[in-house]
């Protein structure tokens, strides 16, 4: 267990629709990180927040969006979904931005239909 | 930008049987490098990481891995594979850019390894 912890596990919607993935870091750290792994295109970075503020940004679709609140957990928004975004959503946290080491949660499995 | 190759898709070795991953690398100074291993339906679990020093380092499971700058590859071994390493393994390389620490891991492809009794 690596101590982040994502909620739901997983998701089942529609085309269409939008979905909030949730996600805690482990206790003290002030960085998280979102990934996408699918099976065309691998394990993506999407975005990082670090205590609050987004520090960099990958490969994520103006249809998406985060934020990291006060009390240190994210969400990940994902609207207008579409039958690629089918994918495991993976969250990670470290301690400090960058050579802190990233610890993975289990992931959530989304499914658009 | 930087980029990760892990050439072998998939890797069968037998129950104790030495096992090396293959991992290549591609960044312009000193990366930190990790290795992942993902079990069916689960995340990702570090094995080990690289951030300087030794260029050999130990890992959990019994794992260790190679930094060979010259090649740029950090290969992961095991001397003798356990049916419970059957899994997806994943090599990753991190930066540092403009003197700020810039988190994103860039991900191989990873190496699914079988594992026969």
């Known amino acids: 267990d690596s101590g982040v912890t994502q909620t739901p596990k997983h998701l089942i919607t529609a085309t269409g629709q939008r979905v909030t993935l949730r996600c805690s870091p482990r206790?003290?750290?002030?960085?998280v990180y979102w990934y996408q792994q699918s099976l065309d295109q691998g394990l993506q970075f999407l975005i990082q927040y670090y205590n609050g503020e987004e520090r960099a940004k990958g490969n994520i679709l103006e249809r998406f969006s985060a934020q990291q609140f006060p009390d240190l957990h994210s969400e990940l928004n994902l609207s207008s979904l579409e039958l690629g975004d089918s994918a495991l959503y993976f969250c990670?946290?470290?301690?400090?931005?960058?050579?802190?080491?990233?610890?993975f949660g289990p992931g959530t499995r989304l499914l658009v239909l | 930008a930087q980029s990760v190759t892990q050439p072998d898709i998939h890797i069968t070795v037998s129950e104790g049987a030495s096992l090396e991953l293959r991992c290549n690398y591609s960044y312009g100074a000193t990366p930190y490098l990790f290795w992942y291993v993902q079990s069916p339906g689960q995340g990702l679990q570090l094995l080990l990481k690289y951030f300087s020093g030794d260029t050999l380092v130990q890992g959990i499971k019994g794992f260790e891995a190679e930094f060979k700058r010259s090649q740029s590859s950090f290969n992961l071994r095991k001397p003798s594979v356990h049916w419970s390493d059957a899994a997806e393994y994943f090599c990753?390389?991190?930066?540092?850019?403009?003197?700020?620490?810039?988190?994103?891991?860039?991900f191989g492809q990873g190496t699914i390894l079988t594992v026969h009794p």
């Open positions: 990753a390389v991190g930066v540092i850019a403009g003197g700020t620490s810039y988190g994103k891991l860039t």
């Open positions: 990670a946290s470290s301690a400090r931005q960058g050579e802190g080491t990233q610890y």
């Open positions: 206790s003290g750290d002030l960085s």
